[in-house]
């Protein structure tokens, strides 16, 4: 299984570009998340969903948009980059909501704002 | 709201000695707690986690975390440290709808030899 895949692994930007990033699961899990790590402050949660066509914020959610037409997919849109979402942003998939769960991460995508 | 600290941003041990990685939580409610870990470049591990069953919780490679409400602790152990040990460890706690994990800051392990 390929468990949670992210694509790209790395991408530069400029201030102003938008881009998306992608994430896809293929163990059929309902809840997806976007986290960014930056130093020092460990993983913080853009958006979630609990299925398709369900998605919430999380506690960084502004500047980022998320969609989930499908359960396998989940991307993330950058509307208008910023040097200030310069972070490695990590896609993570669950069976179901994190309370008993363990969630599974993809690789991660680092990305940088010029 | 919940919260999440790691005591220590790094910590540093010999090949072969133990291992403490301190984390101390809130909560309003009984929560549950997890502890991940990142090798270099790598994605994010589940290496144990707690809701609310046994207080010792075993989990992979030899760590071992024990739930102290009392002290609002989960701190994660290991009796003898490997070099493939070193990585950066994460303490999580999730909200009470389980939607939401919030992480600690957390602690990078170096194990020397």
């Known amino acids: ?114 | 709201a919940q919260s999440v600290t790691q005591l220590d941003s790094h910590v540093s041990v010999s090949e072969g000695t133990p291992v403490l990685l301190r984390c101390n939580y809130s909560s309003s409610y009984s929560p549950s707690l997890f502890w991940y870990v990142q090798h270099p470049n790598k994605g994010l591990q589940l290496l144990l986690k707690y809701t609310s069953a046994a207080t010792l919780v075993k989990g992979i490679n030899g760590f071992e975390a024990e739930f102290k409400k009392s002290e609002t602790s989960f701190h994660l152990t290991k009796p003898s440290a490997h070099m493939s040990d070193a990585a950066e460890y994460f303490c999580v706690v999730s909200d009470l709808g389980g939607f939401k994990t919030i992480f600690g800051a957390g602690t990078r392990l170096f194990v020397k030899a």
Not at chain 1, 49 to 68: F, H, K, L, M
Not at chain 1, 86 to 107: D, H, I, K, P, W
Request: with cysteine; charged share 15%.
């Open chain 1, 1 to 114: 299984n390929a468990g949670v895949t992210q694509t790209p692994k790395f991408q530069v930007l400029k201030t102003g570009q938008s881009m998306t990033l992608q994430c896809a699961q293929d163990m059929n899990h309902e809840y997806m998340s976007w986290y960014r790590q930056d130093p020092g402050m460990g993983l913080r949660l853009i958006h979630y969903s609990v299925g398709a066509g369900i998605t919430d914020q999380g506690e960084v959610p502004n500047g980022y948009n998320v969609s989930r037409s499908t359960t396998e997919d989940f991307p993330l849109r950058l509307l208008s980059a910023a040097p200030s979402q310069t972070s490695v942003y990590f896609c993570a998939s669950s069976y179901e909501r994190a309370l008993n769960t363990e969630a599974f991460f993809g690789q991660g995508t680092r990305l940088t704002v010029v």
